[in-house]
């Protein structure tokens, strides 16, 4: 399995645009979290799915940003509109058991 | 509200020496408690983890420690190597809700 995979890796775009992260998470894994790093809080958690359904959305920080999972193998993160402060690098990570799988992780940079 | 901290932002080791890595908590119902590392442009990947049954738990150079009482974990590397350098996130679980929480993260360098 080649692991979580995220795309873009880099995304340069500016303020007021749409931003869609994506992110395939390893095969047969039921969980899949999205995370968000910034300097000033760390390794934050914004929503999280089990068997594609989200369970937990309470980390996301407003209506702008939304997160789907149609499939087992596939999943969103999309930021309508996009402002300077959503700056940050995004990680979505799929677990199994205790252990956690993150992806490289995309840097979203809003100007 | 944050609750999972670690209160030193970064720390710097001598190569050789041991280096500890400190973790604070404020819910109780944590059952697994966990340490990633990160190196820049990548992902954190698992480095150790214990169970709230437990008080110490060793994989080679990294043991963590946990004390329940004061709601208090650590990591300890020993000997410290170069390329130990790295960002350390703890982490804990609540089992009933699956939910993974970090904290901020413990910046390491460790000097050659």
């Known amino acids: 399995d080649a692991g979580v995979i995220q795309s873009p890796r880099h995304e340069v775009t500016e303020m007021g645009q749409e931003v869609t992260l994506r992110c395939k998470p390893i095969?047969?894994?039921?969980?899949l979290f999205w995370y968000r790093q910034t300097m000033m809080r760390g390794l934050e958690l914004l929503i999280y799915?089990?068997?594609?359904?989200?369970?937990?959305d309470s980390g996301m920080p407003e209506d702008r940003f939304s997160a789907k999972m149609p499939n087992a193998s596939f999943s969103t993160l999309k930021i309508q509109p996009s402002e300077p402060r959503d700056s940050a690098v995004y990680f979505c990570?799929?677990?199994?058991?205790?252990?956690?799988?993150f992806g490289q992780g995309t840097r979203l940079t809003v100007v | 509200d944050q609750q999972v901290k670690q209160n030193s932002p970064s720390l710097s080791v001598q190569e050789g020496r041991i280096s500890i890595l400190n973790c604070d908590y404020t819910?109780?119902?944590?059952?697994?408690f966990l340490w990633y590392k990160k190196y820049p442009a990548e992902g954190p990947t698992f480095l150790i983890s214990?169970?709230?049954?437990?008080d110490k738990n060793e994989d080679g150079r990294f043991t963590v420690f946990l004390n329940k009482s004061a709601k208090h974990l650590s990591l300890h590397i020993v000997p410290s190597q170069p390329g130990d350098s790295a960002v350390y996130f703890c982490?804990?679980?609540?089992?009933?809700?699956?939910?993974?929480?970090f904290g901020p993260g413990t910046s390491l360098s460790v000097i050659p």
């Open positions: 990570a799929s677990p199994e058991g205790v252990e956690a799988f």
């Open positions: 095969s047969g894994h039921d969980y």
């Open positions: 799915f089990n068997n594609n359904v989200p369970i937990d």
């Open positions: 819910n109780s119902m944590f059952d697994y």
């Open positions: 214990i169970s709230s049954i437990k």
């Open positions: 982490a804990a679980r609540v089992t009933s809700y699956d939910k993974v929480i």
